[in-house]
């Protein structure tokens, strides 16, 4: 699993705004997402989340408020941008080439037919 | 428990700078903690073994603690503060080529003409004096910090003052033009060096409407 981690670590920004492009959301509930997502296989560390939030902050991609909860829960929810969806879809794209390339490479005995 | 969280946390940032970024982001993790803490507990999980998982999850923060250390001025701004010095500085030399240059179209035209053509080219280099004094670029805060706070503050006053002395020296300058414009016009040399007690009551004027606006 830690190789695997490691590979998704490398996307965390692309795994938040997927996150955030279905509504404002909260690191926690964010990880929780992920978790489900991946049927309790995966979960982001706590630092490795708000790394990537400062960046996206600071790249605009995301912005972020603090919602005042009734409960007394203070929350500081995230929300994506214009820039940042238009982010989400490069990396996505990319994610895409690097897909397909990595299953070319790594393929045995299925070459091209030129 | 929630106390033991904090703790932690609070142990986590004890390197980090003391501002408002940290403040802000301790509290999101705290927040989000407790949150997946009270989830563990309602799976079932006992009170320290909660707060355990907990903790192992936070993870190494080192990257986020160097981010709240790094100093917010980077290159960037570094070339538009350099662009921008250059730029007053071209202004103020041509302010003051003008200024010189005011005096041709008087002895050109020796005239009332002249001397109107004088006051123009004169307002001109004074605005451009102003214009430069005023957009001068403003201190930004690096951090949240009282010494940062005053630097900022310092740094507005300074702006202020250069402004006035801009504006003053500007005056005196257009005084003494004005002065020789109308004593050779005029031959009234005799009475015409009231011009600088009257500019020295306008100066007084202007500054005190200067202070009263702060």
Same mark, same amino acid.
């Given at each position: 699993?830690?190789?695997?981690? +490691? ?16 509504? +404002? ?26 790394? @990537? ?62 | ?14 390197? @980090? ?16 903690? $407790? ?19 907990? $903790? ?47 005096? $041709? ?23 451009? $004096? ?14 949240? #910090? ?16 250069? #402004?006035?002395? @801009? ?33 020295? @009551? ?13």
């Amino acid at each position: 699993m830690s190789i695997a981690s +490691d590979l998704i670590r490398g996307h965390t920004e692309t795994i938040i705004l997927a996150n955030l492009l279905e509504g +404002d959301s909260y690191g926690y509930k964010i990880n929780k997402a992920i978790l489900q997502k991946t049927g309790n296989n995966f979960e982001l560390k706590e630092a490795t989340l708000y790394t @990537a939030f400062r960046r996206l902050e600071e790249a605009g991609s995301i912005y972020s408020y603090w919602g005042d909860e009734n409960t007394g829960a203070r929350r500081r929810y995230y929300s994506i941008t214009t820039a940042g969806k238009a982010e989400y879809q490069k990396l996505r794209d990319e994610w895409g080439t690097a897909k397909d390339l990595i299953d070319k490479l790594t393929e045995i005995g299925g070459q091209g037919n030129e | 428990m929630n106390e033991k969280l904090r703790a932690y946390i609070e142990s986590l940032f004890k390197d @980090a700078p003391k501002n408002k970024k940290t403040v802000e982001l301790k509290e999101e993790m705290i927040q989000n903690l $407790i949150d997946k803490y009270n989830d563990l507990l309602a799976e079932g999980k006992s009170e320290d073994a909660a707060v355990n998982i907990a $903790i192992a999850s936070v993870g190494d923060i080192s990257d986020l603690i160097e981010e709240l250390n790094k100093s917010k001025t980077d290159m960037r701004s570094e070339e538009l503060k350099e662009k921008q010095r250059r730029q007053s500085a071209a202004m103020i030399a041509i302010s003051i080529a003008l200024y010189i240059m005011s005096v $041709i179209p008087l002895f050109i035209l020796q005239d009332v003409n002249g001397l109107i053509f004088m006051f123009v080219i004169v307002a001109a280099a004074t605005g451009l $004096i102003i214009y430069s004094a005023m957009t001068k670029p403003k201190y930004r805060k690096l951090d949240d #910090t009282l010494v940062e706070e005053f630097k900022e503050w310092k740094a507005a006053t300074s702006v202020s003052n250069s #402004t006035m002395k @801009a504006i003053s020296s500007a005056i005196w300058m257009i005084t003494v033009a004005v002065y020789f414009a109308i004593s050779f016009l005029t031959s009234a040399w005799y009475i015409t060096w009231i011009i600088f007690l009257i500019t020295a @009551a306008i100066i007084s004027i202007i500054k005190a409407m200067f202070d009263l606006k702060k």
